[in-house]
């Protein structure tokens, strides 16, 4: 079946970098985008970005720019989001999820989600 | 840009019908009709619910129905039942290929 499965938990301190991996199963890698969404202790959900796998083009929320990058590895399946010069407040579930893609094209929508990583920023 | 705005709770019976609203500006929500909706289990994996405002993605159950009318868009979930018990994310495009949130509601079934 159609799966995406992230990489363990984190603790890194502040000013480190984290990356988080989400291995894709069950459909064609490259045909999809992947999006990264994560959700601070007891707030909402946030979008980060997206990757289209193809050609490798991203798009990020622009107050995370300078600080993410969001990559693939088509060989493995595996797309990776790396956040650097980490704060306390980055501290959070980390999702990545696949773009809804329908009659060949990218849709606004995310309908499959990886199981989540936690993330904790802690001195 | 700025979160969607939602009602941080709502709730209902079982067999209740509850709507959560989502109210963005004329350049998301209302320019747009790329509206999605996800029920989120905490400690789960968000779940697809609405898609285009108005569309179910296959396996949603036909109680779940979105629609829009200027800036805000709404979900309505039908004929309550105790495993809708969640939050609740609106989600809309808001152009240069970004997406943007709501801040997330608490559907509680009494």
């Known amino acids: 079946q159609v799966q995406l499965v992230q990489s363990g938990a984190e603790v890194k301190k502040p000013g480190a970098s984290v990356k988080v991996s989400c291995k894709a199963s069950g459909y064609t890698f490259t045909s999809y985008g992947v999006s990264w969404v994560r959700q601070a202790p007891g707030q909402g959900l946030e979008w980060m970005g997206w990757i289209t796998v193809y050609n490798g083009n991203t798009n990020y929320a622009q107050h995370l720019q300078g600080r993410v990058t969001m990559t693939t590895d088509p060989s493995t399946s595996t797309a990776y989001m790396e956040l650097r010069s980490l704060r306390s407040d980055d501290t959070a579930v980390y999702y990545c999820a696949r773009r809804l893609r329908q009659l060949g094209f990218d849709q606004y929508s995310l309908d499959v989600w990886g199981q989540g990583t936690t993330v904790t920023v802690s001195s | 840009q700025s979160a969607l705005t939602q009602p941080r709770s709502v709730s209902g019976s079982p067999g209740q019908s509850v709507t959560i609203s989502c109210t963005g500006t004329s350049s998301d929500v209302g320019y747009y009709k790329y509206v999605s909706w996800y029920q989120h289990h905490p400690g789960k994996a968000p779940k697809l619910m609405i898609y285009?405002?108005?569309e179910r993605p296959s396996g949603v159950p036909d109680r779940f129905s979105g629609s829009k009318s200027g800036n805000t868009a709404s979900l309505t979930i039908s004929g309550l039942q105790a495993e809708d018990e969640a939050d609740y994310y609106c989600c809309s495009y808001a152009g240069y290929s970004t997406l943007v949130f709501g801040g997330g509601t608490k559907l509680t079934v009494l």
């Open positions: 285009d405002v108005s």
